[in-house]
């Protein structure tokens, strides 16, 4: 009996009507999952407007607002340290944004090895020449090294820069990268400490009561400025409004000869970085001189790796 009442309650609920009630069931959840479907994409649609929208009235992350550029003149010349100098400052400088590293040569051509070490390092640049004049490469006197390397980056700024900062980065020096952030916002001249400068172990303005009333440096020399050439930046609107701002070819009295003819300057416009000078983020670190490798045994090495190795080696 169970069996029967089992079979006909499934012939009740399934069959009887043609299949009607079965078939308007179906029907009815196809509509509804339908209907939810529908509500569903519906709700996303305008939860993602709403979104988008209020993601548009909000202001740029820190990240993304764009930074005033930053110009890097670094001088260079053929020695057997340049390759791993340039590669020092280039990895450096690659954790700051909005950069442009101006690399010029005291050379007549550039250096396919210098191009190809930049193009590795990959921080945005212009890789120009400036020699020398002979003048002064023939004397027997201290020579004015960089000064056409620096003048020739002046001259691009005049030409191609409209706003951000200048900032005169030798090689051989080493940096910490908040100092580029800080530089970055100044409105005409800012100075800060650099170590490792002659007898005196740093060359600072001196600080009184928040105010620049002097300069610490090893070598006064009669100099107005007695600062190192890493120790200053400048804005490239305040240059271009100084046409004739450049650096002397007078050694020693580069910095002084260059802040001199950023005048009219008064003291109390100079801005003081590093913590009003009381930190040292910058220094004059200096690679110790190595002699030009031997010359290669081109038969003793043929095919090997030294014959590629033997490419990359600066010599003078």
Same mark, same amino acid.
Request: charged share 25%; glycine share 8%; aromatic share 10%.
């Given at each position: 009996?169970?069996?029967?009442?089992?079979?006909?309650?499934?012939?009740?609920?399934?069959?009887?009507?043609?299949?009607?009630?079965?078939?308007?069931?179906?029907?009815?959840?196809?509509?509804?999952?339908?209907?939810?479907?529908?509500?569903?994409?519906?709700?996303?649609?305008?939860?993602?407007?709403?979104?988008?929208?209020?993601?548009?009235?909000?202001?740029?992350?820190?990240?993304?607002?764009?930074?005033?550029?930053?110009?890097?003149?670094?001088?260079?010349?053929?020695?057997?340290?340049?390759?791993?100098?340039?590669?020092?400052?280039?990895?450096?400088?690659?954790?700051?944004?909005?950069?442009?590293?101006?690399?010029?040569?005291?050379?007549?051509?550039?250096?396919?090895?210098?191009?190809?070490?930049?193009?590795?390092?990959?921080?945005?640049?212009?890789?120009?020449?400036?020699?020398?004049?002979?003048?002064?490469? *023939? $004397? &027997? =006197?201290?020579? %004015?090294?960089?000064?056409? !390397? /620096?003048? +020739?980056?002046?001259?691009?700024?005049? #030409? @191609?820069?409209?706003?951000?900062?200048?900032?005169?980065?030798?090689?051989?020096?080493?940096?910490?990268?908040?100092?580029?952030?800080?530089?970055?916002?100044?409105?005409?001249?800012?100075?800060?400490?650099?170590?490792?400068?002659?007898?005196?172990?740093?060359?600072?303005?001196?600080?009184?009561?928040?105010?620049?009333?002097?300069?610490?440096?090893?070598?006064?020399?009669?100099?107005?400025?007695?600062?190192?050439?890493?120790?200053?930046?400048?804005?490239?609107?305040?240059?271009?409004?100084?046409?004739?701002?450049?650096?002397?070819?007078?050694?020693?009295?580069?910095?002084?000869?260059?802040?001199?003819?950023?005048?009219?300057?008064?003291?109390?416009?100079?801005?003081?970085?590093?913590?009003?000078?009381?930190?040292?983020?910058?220094?004059?670190? *200096? $690679? &110790? =001189?190595?002699? %030009?490798?031997?010359?290669? !045994? /081109?038969? +003793?090495?043929?095919?090997?790796?030294? #014959? @590629?190795?033997?490419?990359?080696?600066?010599?003078?």
């Amino acid at each position: 009996m169970k069996g029967a009442n089992y079979s006909s309650l499934g012939t009740y609920s399934g069959i009887n009507g043609g299949g009607n009630v079965g078939g308007t069931g179906k029907m009815s959840l196809g509509k509804s999952i339908k209907m939810y479907l529908t509500i569903f994409i519906l709700t996303t649609c305008i939860y993602m407007a709403l979104y988008q929208y209020h993601i548009s009235r909000e202001p740029f992350a820190a990240s993304e607002v764009v930074k005033p550029p930053l110009y890097i003149i670094t001088p260079t010349y053929r020695r057997p340290e340049q390759l791993a100098e340039l590669t020092r400052l280039g990895y450096t400088l690659k954790h700051v944004v909005n950069l442009l590293w101006l690399v010029i040569e005291d050379a007549n051509k550039t250096n396919p090895l210098v191009g190809h070490t930049l193009d590795r390092i990959g921080v945005p640049y212009e890789y120009m020449v400036a020699p020398m004049p002979e003048k002064y490469k *023939q $004397t &027997k =006197k201290a020579k %004015p090294r960089g000064v056409s !390397n /620096r003048n +020739r980056g002046l001259e691009y700024l005049r #030409e @191609h820069a409209t706003e951000g900062v200048l900032y005169f980065a030798d090689d051989d020096n080493t940096y910490d990268i908040s100092i580029f952030e800080q530089m970055r916002y100044i409105n005409k001249v800012a100075m800060w400490p650099v170590g490792l400068v002659t007898k005196t172990g740093v060359s600072s303005p001196i600080i009184q009561e928040g105010k620049l009333v002097g300069y610490y440096d090893g070598w006064i020399g009669g100099r107005k400025y007695p600062v190192d050439m890493a120790g200053f930046a400048v804005s490239v609107k305040f240059l271009k409004e100084r046409p004739n701002a450049q650096m002397p070819f007078k050694p020693g009295y580069e910095e002084d000869g260059f802040l001199r003819s950023l005048a009219p300057l008064d003291d109390a416009e100079i801005e003081l970085l590093a913590d009003e000078c009381r930190d040292i983020l910058t220094w004059h670190t *200096q $690679t &110790k =001189k190595n002699a %030009p490798g031997q010359a290669l !045994n /081109r038969t +003793r090495y043929k095919n090997t790796n030294l #014959e @590629h190795i033997d490419r990359l080696l600066v010599r003078p």
